[in-house]
């Protein structure tokens, strides 16, 4: 196994980052930690609140880079055979 396929496994899924998040933020509510341990705890949120926003981001990028190459094919076609309408049917 490659070592981005390796580190790529190892890393939690966005799924699990969120849980985390959404754990610590009751951790927080809850109010029974020391000062000290609730700005740990504060920041670990910190943490993965901007993973998770990188994570969002990218899969943002990824697709408004589809969307895009999907309007070029179909653009693409609708050149090839201007006939067709966009369900596909001739008009």
Same mark, same amino acid.
């Given at each position: 196994?490659?070592?981005?396929?390796?580190?790529?496994?190892?890393?939690?899924?966005?799924? $699990?980052?969120?849980?985390? =998040?959404?754990? !610590? $933020?009751? %951790?927080?509510?809850?109010?029974?930690?020391? =000062?000290? %341990?609730? $700005? %740990?705890?504060?920041?670990?949120? $910190?943490?993965?609140?901007?993973?998770?926003?990188?994570?969002?981001?990218?899969?943002? =990028?990824?697709?408004?880079?589809?969307? @895009?190459? !999907?309007?070029?094919?179909?653009?693409? =076609?609708?050149? @090839?055979?201007?006939?067709?309408?966009? %369900?596909?049917?001739?008009?």
């Amino acid at each position: 196994m490659s070592a981005a396929r390796k580190a790529a496994a190892e890393k939690p899924s966005f799924e $699990v980052r969120l849980a985390q =998040l959404e754990a !610590l $933020v009751e %951790d927080l509510e809850s109010g029974e930690w020391s =000062l000290e %341990d609730g $700005v %740990d705890k504060y920041r670990q949120g $910190v943490e993965l609140l901007r993973t998770l926003q990188t994570s969002l981001a990218s899969a943002e =990028l990824k697709v408004q880079k589809l969307t @895009e190459e !999907l309007r070029q094919e179909l653009a693409a =076609l609708e050149e @090839e055979e201007p006939g067709l309408a966009e %369900d596909g049917e001739p008009h």
